[in-house]
């Protein structure tokens, strides 16, 4: 993991197999407008939110423990680069610490030399902390 690219972690009491689960439920802490399957290796899925839309492959699943979200496309009106995310990866890991379970998320490639830094940063904050969190913990996220 580079120290500059983006990453948050979250603890849970669920398992690490719950964990992988809800990860893979994008529609249920992510994005309500979620197409495809984020399960294991050679999956595709797209979300979007309105005119921003980002296109996944999974490069990597290792139920349990990883999973990595390869961008192979997007459209991100906010952005003068509007194919910033394109040929970043998102990679979870998933490990036990002190009886719980850790989620680590890093996004390769969004780190501040990126325009998006500071929009994905807060993004990907209130996503995973606030919404994914809740899903792990109280069992309802908050997608948009």
Same mark, same amino acid.
């Given at each position: 993991?580079? !120290?500059?690219?983006? $990453? ?10 719950? /964990?992988?689960?809800?990860? /893979? ?5 992510? /994005?309500?407008?979620?197409? +495809?399957? /984020? &399960?294991?290796? @050679?999956? &595709?899925?797209?979300? !979007?939110? +309105? ?18 979200? %390869?961008?192979?496309? *997007?459209?991100? =009106?906010? %952005? ?18 002190? +009886?719980? &379970?850790?989620?680590?998320?890093? $996004?390769?490639?969004?780190? =501040? @030399?990126?325009? *998006?830094?500071?929009? *994905?940063?807060? +993004?990907?904050?209130? $996503?995973? !902390?606030?919404? %994914?969190?809740? %899903? ?6 908050? =997608?948009?």
């Amino acid at each position: 993991m580079e !120290q500059n690219n983006y $990453h948050s972690s979250i603890t849970t009491n669920v398992s690490p197999k719950e /964990a992988f689960e809800n990860i /893979a439920r994008v529609d249920a802490w992510w /994005a309500k407008n979620f197409t +495809g399957y /984020a &399960t294991k290796t @050679g999956d &595709t899925f797209t979300v !979007q939110f +309105g005119a921003t839309k980002v296109d996944f492959v999974i490069s990597e699943a290792i139920p349990e423990k990883k999973i990595v979200w %390869l961008v192979t496309d *997007c459209h991100l =009106p906010f %952005l003068n680069d509007k194919n910033e995310w394109t040929g970043t990866s998102v990679n979870w890991e998933i490990g036990s610490e002190n +009886g719980e &379970t850790r989620i680590d998320m890093t $996004h390769i490639g969004i780190n =501040p @030399g990126v325009e *998006c830094f500071e929009i *994905c940063n807060a +993004g990907w904050n209130r $996503h995973i !902390q606030d919404s %994914l969190n809740n %899903l792990m913990n109280k069992g309802e996220g908050k =997608p948009s």
